[in-house]
């Protein structure tokens, strides 16, 4: 019982602290695009490295064939990509433009 005190002073303080600065953040489209323009870098970097071209000559660890693009882990490329996937669906552009960023991202889900 005394160990939960501090847990729930610590979780106030921290829940306070996200609600103060969530305030002063930018537009949500301009949040949105900057995850959505990261995420096509990564998973571009990814399938760079699916193919075996590497951009630089660096001994990256292949985990049985799996990539890990500029994650170290294909557990972490994986779960950061499928965090970004909801994004994409979210886009207002062309039907086209719109299939080829989804397909993009979830052949680095599959190739992870």
């Known amino acids: 019982m005394l160990f939960v005190l501090p847990f729930y002073l610590f979780l106030t303080a921290f829940l306070t602290l996200l609600f103060f600065l969530t305030r002063s953040l930018p537009k949500p489209s301009n949040l949105t695009t900057a995850i959505i323009t990261s995420a096509i870098f990564v998973s571009l970097f990814a399938l760079i490295q699916a193919v075996g071209l590497y951009l630089f000559n660096v001994n990256i660890p292949t985990y049985q064939g799996r990539i890990v693009g500029t994650m170290g882990n294909p557990n972490f490329l994986g779960g950061y990509v499928a ?4 994004f994409f669906l ?15 991202v979830f052949s680095v889900i599959l190739l992870t």
């Not at 965090?83 to 909801?86: A, D, I, Q, S």
């Not at 979210?90 to 993009?104: E, S």
């Open 83 to 86: 965090m970004v996937f909801p």
């Open 90 to 104: 979210t886009l207002k552009q062309k039907l086209l433009a719109k299939i080829l960023l989804v397909l993009l």
